[in-house]
């Protein structure tokens, strides 16, 4: 690590920098949580929070809002890897939500919306103050204009345009009741950096993101692997095709892309040479409209 | 339109990428090279073709992706490609054709890692100038050569030189309106630096260029056989920016207090935080501020575990041979070297609320790793940033403006001067009732 010219590498830079970014975090806001899902950007979150107050554990719990449509094999990485940490788990389940009337599915069957008011609902019960998140500022252009400690009001909605300044790494995190911080240790990490510190720091990651052949349908120019949520439709004729997920969100939204990539490092090599964004390549979801993780965010999504 | 300079990238008979191609194992090699990462901030409204600017940055050195540049090209009005739309995040940015916060961009190089804060230009979001030049390492003020240096330009080379950032670049932008003269960016060129001589502005360099056609940004253009100087993306890539950052006054500003409490770390007690500025070495005899107390480095445990030294921006965690009372808000420093403990804050204060700043308020102030109330004792000056007049007469700061004010904190923060140390100088001021961030303060010597 030492090196005489006293430099860190981009990969040590930005890991510095989160570890700072939750510590401050844990020092400051009185009850924190860390959004974990299972997806690459949040298992290397929570790898850097383990970092960060290592050889203590964790000083604060971990949260996934369950949609009820994840990949069997998402949620058994997260089980797993919650209890090596000994980390508690809260899960908000937007089925039971369903079930006890606090939002309703709708008409396309996607539960990108209707989690919001779920995760605010769970936020609201357990009283915390500051979420963390691993969304990253090169996804997408709303996201690009996002704070480290990005405030949001008591009904959890993000005001782009009156954001507080943050001046260097001094950053605020005070609130009044009901309020609460969402916090992005990851902003300024790419998704080739991404992929590069867990090949770096050997991060177990679920099965899904490395390449296997499977039983696809194509939709809409994307492949879609077939699942308990992705059933051929008429007139679509399933094949097997060799193809790995950029990126884990609801299984019945995700497309994969083709790939040969069986290792993280040949990950890398894909990545490095992709022309496509990970979100435009297969999310379902972001495709409604050029502004739709603007007006999901200001709903008080991450 | 530059050509598509994108490699095509060999797909295999399934439409696979094929990782084992030549260009390929290129790519790999170019993205996982081990490299610094430099900051840079942008200012300049959207006239002045900011927009363009950075979409030629990011769209020839291939940080944009398909499916990015063919929605820009849908949205595109006329017959060539927008690349200014890649920019514009917000809904209300794209209908208003304004920028209205900074904006983040990553893109990357053979040499390099740039984080670029692309900020709005407009005099009312100068806070935003702020908040995107803080971290900054180099700064880009776009400059319309058919306008020169106007008020505006004034405004960002002087908001970057406030707050040091250490290398300042002028891209006079739009050559080809004024026929590629050499005339004319001379001008500006003397203008400006007759400016930059006032504001100790350490590095200065003028780029003649064409965003919306890509003359001197990537390479080097034929229209202009008089500059000899590099293009933009050159400067970008070997500006020296390794010198820039302070390791000589050891300081670390304790942040959390690490202690395990199990049976495996029964007696653990660590001090986390990030290296503010200076090196620690195991076996470093330490002071302990406030408390003045000494101690011994027994150990540095970084990330990977035991490190046998820590420097800026290092995030580690130190422990101490000697059982100190050490908790968040203090500082460890080295005996020979240590900061100026003091409760009279005298600092240059951009604010940023609708509400002045005025005598007699109370107000939060955050230095480090430490927070503290204060009140405003004395206004000495208000500053005109377009003819550094100081306005000893001024009562009070608004929105925007910039002043020297001092402070008196109800204990004492460890500091030093921010021209010499870019952590340990500068603090932020937030409103008690509200909990808005509402200035920015860069200490200066008492005087």
Sequence with gaps: MSTPDYRLSQLETLEAESIHVIREVAAELERPVLLFSGGKDSIVMLELARKAFAPARIPFPVMHVDTGLNFPDVLEFRDKRVAELGVQLIVASVPDAMARGLVKEEPNGSRNRIQTPVLLDAVEEHGFTALFGGARRDEDKARAKERVFSFRDEFGQWDPKNQRPELWDLYNGRIHLGESIRVFPLSNWTELDIWQYIAREQIAIPPLYLAQEREVVERQGMLYAVNDFIRPRDGEQPFRATVRYRTVGDANLTAAVRSEATTVEEVIAEIAVTRMTERGATRGDDKVSDAAMEDRKKEGYF | ?447
């Design chain 2, 1 to 447: 339109m530059a050509p598509d300079t994108n490699t095509a990238v060999p797909l295999d008979a399934d439409g696979a990428v094929d990782v084992h191609s030549p260009v390929a194992e290129h790519a790999v090699e170019l993205a996982t090279a081990r490299k610094d990462i430099v900051r840079i901030a942008t200012a300049g409204s959207v006239d002045d073709g900011k927009s363009t600017l950075i979409g030629r940055l990011l769209y020839d050195s291939k940080a944009i992706f398909e499916d990015q540049y063919e929605a820009v090209a849908r949205a595109s009005k006329g017959d060539h490609v927008d690349l200014a739309l890649l920019t514009d995040g917000l809904r209300a940015e794209r209908e208003q054709g304004i920028t209205i916060d900074v904006a983040y961009r990553y893109f990357t190089t053979p040499r390099r890692t740039f984080i670029l804060a692309d900020t709005p230009g407009h005099v009312q979001y100068t806070r935003n100038m702020v908040t995107g030049a803080s971290t900054a390492d180099l700064a880009i003020v776009l400059v319309d050569a058919r306008k020169g240096m106007v008020e505006q330009s004034r405004r960002h080379a002087f908001l970057a030189s406030l707050l040091r950032v250490p290398h300042l670049v002028v891209a006079v932008n739009k050559m080809d309106l004024v026929g590629w003269s050499q005339e004319v960016f001379d001008g500006i060129a003397d203008e400006f630096s007759a400016f930059a001589a006032k504001l100790s502005v350490p590095d200065l360099t003028l780029v003649p260029i064409s965003a919306l056609h890509g003359d001197n940004v990537v390479t080097h253009s034929t229209n202009t056989p008089w500059y000899e100087g590099p293009t933009l993306l050159h400067h970008l890539e070997h500006v020296h920016v390794a010198s820039d950052r302070n390791l000589t006054d050891a300081r670390f500003p304790v942040q959390y207090v690490v202690r395990p409490q199990t049976e495996e770390h029964h007696d653990y007690r660590g001090y986390a935080g990030t290296v503010a500025s200076g090196v620690f070495r195991v076996g470093d005899e330490v002071t302990v501020l406030p408390s003045g107390l000494p101690a011994t480095v027994a150990g540095i445990d970084g990330p990977r575990g035991p490190v046998a030294e820590a420097f800026p921006p290092m995030a580690v965690t130190l422990r101490l041979a000697d059982d100190l009372d050490v908790s968040r808000g203090d500082l460890i420093g080295k005996p020979e070297n240590a900061p100026t403990a003091t409760q009279d804050l005298d600092a240059l204060v951009c604010w940023m609320a609708e509400e002045p700043l005025r005598p007699r308020q109370r107000i939060a102030v955050k230095h480090t790793t430490r927070t503290v109330r204060a009140m405003v004792k004395e206004l000495a000056y208000r500053l005109d940033v377009n003819t550094l007049h100081r306005d000893r007469d001024a009562t009070e700061l608004g929105l925007n403006d910039i002043g020297r004010v001092r402070l008196r904190v109800t204990q004492p923060l460890f500091v030093d001067d921010y021209t010499r140390n870019r952590v340990t100088g500068r603090f932020i001021l937030v409103d008690e009732a509200s909990n808005a961030t509402v200035g920015a303060g860069m200490l200066t010597p008492a005087g």
